[in-house]
């Protein structure tokens, strides 16, 4: 039998399986949890191919299940209150910078010319899906006549 060794994850002695040579893990439901955690999370990091194959795994099971947490939260009051306090948290210790979430970063291009649809921007800074910030310039004459040099207003 092979000598003790330390569980990298609760360091408690343990003795390796004899046709597991590099065991680093004792048997513990928790220790193996851990180090199938540690593996995902290094897999994660240094592969491509599988980090891609995550996530489409994960938007194929988000597709197939697209209330979930819109129903987890409606059955957890204590997560879903849990989860606002931690974002006040979080929103209280940026300083200025507003809030995004997903699509609401800066444009990699200038907008093109058109007609868009603008949604109101909440008080608390924080921005939705598909949520654009801009800045409207009122376009008239000194005299308060409409410009008709534009080209889009001829």
């Known amino acids: 039998m092979k000598s003790p060794r330390l569980c990298l994850a609760c360091g408690n002695p343990f003795h390796p399986l004899l046709r597991v040579p590099n065991q680093r893990y004792c048997s513990a439901a928790a220790c193996q949890r851990e180090r199938r955690r540690r593996w995902q999370r290094r897999r994660l990091r240094v592969d491509a191919d599988y980090r891609d194959n ?3 795994a ?3 099971w988000r597709a197939r299940h697209p209330d979930y947490w819109r129903q987890y939260r409606a059955t957890h ?10 974002q006040r948290e979080r929103n209280a210790r940026r300083s200025s910078s507003p809030v ?7 444009p990699l291009h200038p907008l093109a010319s058109g007609f868009y649809i603008l949604r109101r921007a909440v008080e608390t800074g924080i921005a939705k899906m598909n949520a654009c910030t801009v800045h409207i310039a009122v376009l008239s004459a000194p005299n308060g006549s409409r410009i008709r040099d534009c080209k889009e207003m001829t």
């Not at 009051?77 to 931690?86: I, S, T």
């Open 54 to 56: 995550q996530a489409r």
């Open 58 to 60: 994960q938007s194929n």
């Open 100 to 106: 995004a979430n997903m699509d609401a970063s800066p």
């Open 77 to 86: 009051p204590a997560y879903r209150e849990r989860n606002c306090a931690m």
